[in-house]
């Protein structure tokens, strides 16, 4: 029997999507410490569900190009790591599940959290953004937008609520380091420290020229360009 790449990789764009739904729930149960479901996380597990059914709905029923399937699944596969990684370095913390209503009672900086401060929210945008991608169909991208609205609006909560608790002096501080949802980069003053005007006026090569002068040493002379006399 010949094999159907096509079909193949339809099927495995779709256990990848299935499994990756099936960890996000087991977490609600197994690794996020929240006494109940909110209103809002109601609201986001029934758009998940709904999500998962229409994507399927469309690997199967509508033709994509083979590369876009590898693509997307390889973006559903980078998502998975970062969840994992995440799950790892905060078993100890007791975050709370999305919405919670009560406030956070740990904070997380190492691991992902180093660089991002919701690599949760992160992965779960990164996977529906890769399941989109295998889909190519434009009818996803309505849905991938509104799941990124809605954990942004989940990640500004918490950071809110982050700040009516004792751990709001670290958390500002750990928003200096991470950034949102990707890593923050840093900013063009930062990149070159040596052009910085320091204290007493000028800059960094002056002030090591005013150290070799109290020290008994002359500067080097000042370079001339080619066509000066």
Same mark, same amino acid.
């Given at each position: ?32 410490? @929240? #006494? ?7 609201? *986001?597990? !029934?758009?998940?569900?709904?999500? &998962? =059914? ?82 190519? @169909? #434009? ?7 509104? *799941?990124? !609205?809605?954990?942004?609006?989940? &990640? =500004? ?73």
């Amino acid at each position: 029997m010949e094999f159907d790449l096509e079909r193949g990789l339809d099927l495995l764009v779709s256990i990848v999507g299935i499994a990756t739904v099936g960890q996000y729930l087991w977490s609600t149960r197994a690794h996020f410490q @929240s #006494s109940g479901m909110s209103s809002g996380a109601t609201i *986001i597990s !029934v758009v998940v569900a709904a999500t &998962a =059914l229409f994507f399927l709905a469309i690997i199967w029923i509508l033709p994509q190009p083979p590369l876009a399937k590898i693509v997307g699944l390889a973006v559903q596969l980078v998502s998975s790591a970062l969840f994992w990684w995440a799950i790892l370095r905060s078993r100890k913390a007791r975050l709370r599940f999305v919405f919670d209503a009560d406030d956070p009672h740990g904070l997380v900086t190492d691991g992902p959290f180093l660089y991002l401060r919701h690599p949760f929210y992160t992965s779960y945008i990164i996977f529906w953004a890769g399941w989109g991608i295998a889909t190519w @169909s #434009s009818w996803t991208v309505v849905p991938v937008a509104g *799941i990124f !609205v809605l954990y942004l609006i989940a &990640a =500004l909560d918490e950071e809110k609520k982050f700040s009516r608790t004792e751990m709001a002096d670290a958390y500002a501080a750990h928003r200096k380091r991470a950034g949102l949802f990707w890593p923050r980069l840093p900013k063009s003053g930062d990149r070159d420290r040596s052009a910085m005007p320091q204290p007493g006026g000028g800059c960094v090569a002056r002030g090591i020229d005013a150290k070799r002068r109290r020290e008994g040493e002359r500067p080097p002379p000042p370079m001339r360009h080619q066509f000066e006399d």
